[in-house]
């Protein structure tokens, strides 16, 4: 499994079985990604832990004891690697979630890539 899947699967899990942190080996992927949730406010808080900031410590958000992530799903695969363009990209059930993409602008939301009218890979969708 490739390191986004592994972050996924434990951000779900942890959020599920109500904990409040945990944390995760480091990678410049993975950091953009919890900096893009922790704007979003599906995470609280980020930071690098360990000797040498080798792993990032992922402080869950909660809003009156439910988890702000509800479900995520991986889109894009090692498999199958999905491209949207910027005219492609619609909300996310309704509006109440959101894709992660990797543009040539960095890792964004669907809201700031459809801004910056640029399209890339869609990494998952969160709600």
Request: proline residues 3%; glycine residues 10%.
């Given at each position: ?28 992927l993975v950091s953009d990604i919890g900096t893009v949730l922790e704007k979003q406010g599906y995470v609280s808080g980020i930071a690098r832990k360990g000797k040498r900031g080798r792993y990032l410590e992922v402080t869950l958000a ?66």
């Amino acid at each position: 499994m490739d390191s986004v899947s592994n972050f996924l699967n434990k951000l779900s899990i942890a959020s599920k079985t109500g904990k409040e942190s945990f944390t995760f080996p480091l990678s410049r992927l993975v950091s953009d990604i919890g900096t893009v949730l922790e704007k979003q406010g599906y995470v609280s808080g980020i930071a690098r832990k360990g000797k040498r900031g080798r792993y990032l410590e992922v402080t869950l958000a909660y809003t009156d004891r439910q988890p702000a992530v509800k479900g995520v799903r991986r889109i894009s695969k090692q498999s199958k690697r999905v491209y949207f363009g910027v005219r492609e990209l619609r909300p996310v059930r309704s509006g109440f979630g959101m894709r992660i993409l990797s543009t040539p602008k960095g890792v964004l939301a669907d809201k700031e890539a459809r801004a910056l009218r640029v399209g890339g890979e869609v990494l998952f969708e969160i709600w």
